[in-house]
């Protein structure tokens, strides 16, 4: 079927009241009140849920069949058409298509989708509310090619040939497929033609295998399809696809074109800061982007179906993706969780992830679930485990992967866990989880990488991923990987930032703990190595030196009023840095200046006076104390005597202007950082200046800051400044547009963009 993008041109109503016009995507939680007594509370970031009704009206398309392809509606979602319900959907991630066939008059229609978001708290995170991610609107004739009706793979590569296989459905009759591969330049280097027998088309052919798709080498063939059918009618589709295959091997590991891959990844959820849960193209590319530059080369995808904007940016760009299907299957972990629907919903929700997904070459991985609670047995988790493999493996053949826990939440297993092992020689978490393992080809481990070895012995044919482990653990747990062919990666928690769990990361002063999560009106988790608006925190430089990707020191201090007090880091947290010299106030106070390097030793230099070389330790850190005087901070990093890199930064006066700071111009939408700075540009990393923002020939979306905790909007035109910095988001028009911000006694920025 053709599709189309149908984003413009809705109205939409919020519980009831005055329609206005939007386009998608769309997150109506962003601009309704936050208050600590919405029942999200730190799940959902203390953002309220409502009743979301979009509709639309449009002529009756050409074509006798007519379909609403939907990549994510979050809440409990009805689609009517003409005053009929359509379509019922309860999971918030996954695609789904509605045939709008039957209801269609000649003339005009009228589309109406409701998304109902009032039962709180649906999820352990910030979900979002209404049509957050793209929509289309599919046409065809009555024997046409089904929505995710083209699938294409690579079945072998040998001898410098790939040999690939398509199949393209055709059920609604006879005819005949013909058939073109073009080539990433976009050359036509195959053409051929298939009758249609028993509903489908399929086609193999083989191509020089010189051009495969990987992270490094992200090349992207085409494949399209046109159905002829009996009748005389055409129909068409088309899709990209890359020339790769994946292969697990108990010595090897995980094979990308038969060659060992180890997998830098963190886990990141859908959410995108100030845009709330919204998916834009630009968004999610931006993303990609940032963190390939950052070293990561793999993503999951936790704990759901990503946006298929997600997905072809990580095929373009080049990342690997492990497509995460649920994070709970009976058992719920909130209230109105997904588990309300599993039993009924699981077989239709995973084959459409399956089919929509299938052909990205940078989907390596499907994993079944998180943290599941029937991983030991309970509720029949075992069948469930196993039902939910095999209908994977009749839709693709890509490895499957599961991510596993301690037993922290049954008490009856922890129990005897603490009695030690079994007659079998295993430990209970061996013996009750290995039936849910022995379904997957590569089990994933939750903050369990101290297991690994033990576990080897007793599982030798056993693949092992880190699916998430803690920040300051980056170092031993990337060490499991570099050192055992099995480890096959590491993904920390998390590569970005995100709503909901609100302080889950956060630094304590003056406690012995940082046990929970954080009051309002806190609302991020705080634990990304980039923040909630794309910025590095000072973790992901230092992964970057664990992966042993990054030359230079990195250097950072911390605050010198957090000297003398007790600080407790949670699990999911780091040291509280800062990548500056600049505190007013705290003259002749002492401070920890932190460096990170793959060195033997380095060197502080304070306003060109050494304060000593100290060794870097076996996590590639060292620390040293610093009285605080305004001036120039340099670190010096040697490697056998010899001088291999220096860091350092300067003092910054007193605010004085705006400036545009980083900023992505994507095709259609644009991210600006608006920085405070002193009279000679520098950032002046404690000012938290009130920032107006507005824009012509562009539309504002949202506008934020990475402070955790707040309660300003994001819906609005005004933000303070936190560390420096705010970053407003806008839409860009047919010309050049133009940012105006401005704020108390500073110089205003005027740029364009």
């Not at 009228?110 to 352990?124: D, F």
């Not at 069948?383 to 596993?404: E, M």
């Not at 502080?604 to 040293?624: E, H, I, T, W």
């Not at 923002?693 to 819906?715: C, I, K, N, R, W």
């Amino acid at each position: 079927m053709k599709r189309i993008p149908w984003n413009d041109g809705w109205q939409f109503s919020l519980n009831g009241g005055a329609p206005c016009s939007v386009c998608l995507p769309h997150d109506f939680s962003l601009s309704l009140p936050r208050t600590a007594h919405n029942p999200s509370g730190r799940d959902g970031g203390w953002y309220a849920g409502g009743v979301g009704e979009y509709t639309k009206t449009f002529e009756k398309p050409e074509g006798e069949r007519c379909a609403l392809v939907i990549d994510g509606a979050q809440g409990l979602t009805e689609v009517w058409i003409n005053g009929n319900r359509a379509a019922f959907h309860p999971y918030g991630y996954s695609p789904f298509a509605v045939d709008l066939t039957a209801f269609l008059r000649a003339g005009e229609n009228t589309v109406r989708i409701v998304c109902n978001t009032q039962m709180q708290p649906a999820s352990r995170w910030y979900t979002g509310s209404g049509l957050y991610r793209g929509v289309e609107l599919a046409t065809g004739p009555k024997a046409c090619i089904p929505v995710w009706g083209v699938y294409v793979r690579t079945l072998s590569i040998e001898n410098g040939i790939a040999r690939m296989w398509a199949q393209v459905q055709a059920p609604g009759g006879g005819g005949c497929v013909c058939a073109y591969v073009r080539s990433p330049e976009g050359n036509n280097v195959l053409e051929m033609r298939q009758n249609v027998a028993q509903g489908c088309a399929e086609f193999t052919w083989g191509l020089p295998a010189n051009r495969l798709w990987t992270a490094e080498t992200p090349y992207l063939w085409r494949f399209d399809a046109f159905l002829e059918g009996e009748d005389g009618s055409t129909d068409e589709d088309s899709l990209s696809f890359g020339i790769r295959t994946i292969a697990v091997d108990p010595q090897r590991g995980l094979l990308i074109n038969g060659v060992p891959t180890k997998l830098r990844g963190g886990c990141i959820h859908h959410d995108n800061g100030p845009l709330g849960a919204c998916a834009h193209s630009d968004a999610e590319r931006r993303r990609v982007a940032l963190l390939k530059a950052a070293g990561f080369n793999a993503i999951r995808t936790a704990h759901n179906p990503p946006s298929t904007a997600l997905l072809q940016a990580c095929d373009d760009l080049g990342m690997y993706v492990m497509d995460e299907a649920f994070d709970c299957w009976r058992h719920g972990k909130r209230p109105f969780d997904y588990h309300l629907f599993f039993d009924d919903w699981w077989e239709r929700d995973l084959t459409t992830m399956l089919l929509r997904d299938r052909n990205h070459p940078s989907v390596i991985l499907w994993s079944t679930g998180n943290e599941i609670p029937e991983r030991g047995g309970k509720s029949f988790g075992w069948s469930v485990a196993r039902a939910l493999a095999q209908r994977i493996r009749t839709l693709d053949s890509r490895p499957l992967s599961h991510a596993l826990c301690g037993f922290w939440d049954d008490a009856d297993i922890q129990r005897l866990q603490d009695t030690g092992a079994d007659p079998e020689g295993m430990d209970a978490w061996a013996h009750f989880t290995r039936p849910c393992a022995e379904t997957v080809d590569i089990v994933g481990y939750n903050y369990l990488y101290e297991r690994v070895e033990a576990d080897h012995r007793r599982f030798p044919n056993r693949l092992i991923a880190h699916t998430e482990t803690f920040p300051e653990e980056a170092a031993p747990s990337w060490r499991t990987v570099e050192e055992n062919d099995f480890v096959v990666g590491d993904f920390v928690w998390t590569a970005w930032d995100y709503l909901g769990e609100a302080g889950i990361g956060h630094v304590a002063y003056d406690k012995d703990n940082t046990a929970g999560l954080m009051p309002y009106p806190w609302r991020a988790a705080n634990c990304g190595d980039f923040t909630l608006c794309g910025r590095r925190r000072p973790q992901s430089y230092y992964r970057e030196i664990v992966w042993g990707l990054r030359k230079q020191p990195y250097l950072a201090a911390l605050d010198p009023r957090a000297m003398g007090r007790k600080r407790a880091i949670s699990l999911w947290g780091f040291e509280d840095l800062f990548e500056g010299w600049t505190f007013p106030g705290c003259e002749g106070r002492e401070t920890e200046v932190h460096v990170f390097a793959r060195a033997d030793a380095c060197e502080l230099f304070l306003n060109g006076v050494s304060l000593g070389r100290k060794p870097m330790d076996a996590q590639y850190r060292c620390v040293f104390r610093v009285t605080y005087q305004p001036g120039e901070l340099r670190v010096v990093a040697y490697r056998a005597g010899c001088a291999q890199g220096e860091a350092g930064f300067r003092t910054a006066g007193a605010p004085a202007a705006l400036r545009l700071g980083n900023r992505w111009p994507g095709q259609d939408v644009s991210f600006l950082t608006i920085d405070v700075c002193d009279a000679n540009g520098n950032l002046v990393p404690y000012a938290n200046n009130l920032i107006r923002v507005s824009f012509t020939h562009a539309q504002f979306l949202g506008m934020g800051s990475d402070q955790p905790a707040g309660e300003e909007s994001y819906t609005a035109q005004a933000h303070r400044a936190w560390r420096g910095s705010v970053m407003a988001v806008a839409r860009r028009g047919d010309r050049p547009p133009i940012l105006h911000a401005w704020a108390d006694g500073l110089q205003p920025l005027k740029a364009f963009f």
